[in-house]
């Protein structure tokens, strides 16, 4: 059965195509699109909770965590639901001050989850490099104002793209062959000469990122340079334990990252399903594995996820046990059998 056709287009609508080229597959592609969806709102609102609720838990450390946590939340909630939408119904309709408004965000949280992802080295840095002084370089309120200043240089830098793009005349057929509205796409209709929005463009791309893996990189070179200097072998272990799971973060976020790009800049003989599938899943992979990654390598984090799940399983049974009518005779029987189930 066809899906409903509710698109609309007019001079202020742009409209986004979905995958073009796999629209019988729509329905089937959105079910893994769902369901990491699911899975990374689950994953990083219990990180949330956990650390909100363990006093623990509540420093430089776990509040970084969450800050990635927001950003992991945030970024697929701009794209997943329009999509589904786009594979479901057939919405493909979207307002220009909605289609910019989404690229703004997208380009807003990734550049916020790449000041993050440094703020994490940083902190790894001090915590094996001068951890006497943990406590004084990096205290809570130090790691708020942290975060707020990679708020702001994400608001400054990313400002200008939308603010140029709302400026101009789309004289193409306002049609966006993708399940987001894409910078580049959106680039491709404009009317006038777009050589600066461009530029501006491709400078931020390699300026920001540049940077911040240039600092990450720095922060793991002199933690290596003081690991190597550690004679024991179990401080050796412990400290590099440390760095695991913030590793396996980074590598889950810029590979796919660069790997969308280098596609996208060189692969001119890659069907263009790839691209859009590799940019999507740029955005859905990292959000739904990083709590998994911190989760399972993290083994305080670890040991509180566990607590907090098997409190609230033993609560359900607690509740289940003491709602249960039956003879007096056999309440007991019940119970014993609920407890052990």
Known sequence: MAPFNFTHSDASTFILMGIPGLEAAHIWISIPFFTFYIISLLGNVMLLSVVSKEQTLQKPMYLLLCMLALTDIATPTFVVPKALGIFWFNLKGITVAGCLTQMFFLHT?????????????????????????????????????????GLIRAVLFILPLPLFLSQQT??????????????????????????????????????ISGFDLTLIAMSYGLIIRAVLRISSQKAHQKALNTCTAHICVMLTYYTPTFFSILTHHFGQGIAPYVHIILADLYL??????????????????????????????????DNISSGLQCPSGNCQIVREYVNQH
């Open 109 to 149: 949280i990734s550049v916020m989850h790449s000041s993050t992802l440094v703020t994490m080295a940083f902190d790894r840095y001090v915590a094996i490099c001068n951890p006497l002084r943990y406590a004084t370089i990096l205290s809570n309120a130090q790691i708020a104002k942290l975060g707020l200043a």
């Open 284 to 317: 859905l992979i990292p959000p739904m594995l990083n709590p998994i990654i911190y989760g399972v390598i993290t083994k305080e984090l670890r040991d509180k996820v566990v607590k907090y799940t098997c409190r609230s399983s033993a609560d359900t049974r």
């Open 170 to 207: 789309f004289c193409a057929n306002h049609i966006i062959p993708h399940t987001q509205c894409e910078h580049i796409a959106l680039e491709k209709m404009v009317c006038g000469d777009f050589t600066v929005s461009r530029i501006y463009g491709f400078v931020l791309m390699f300026v």
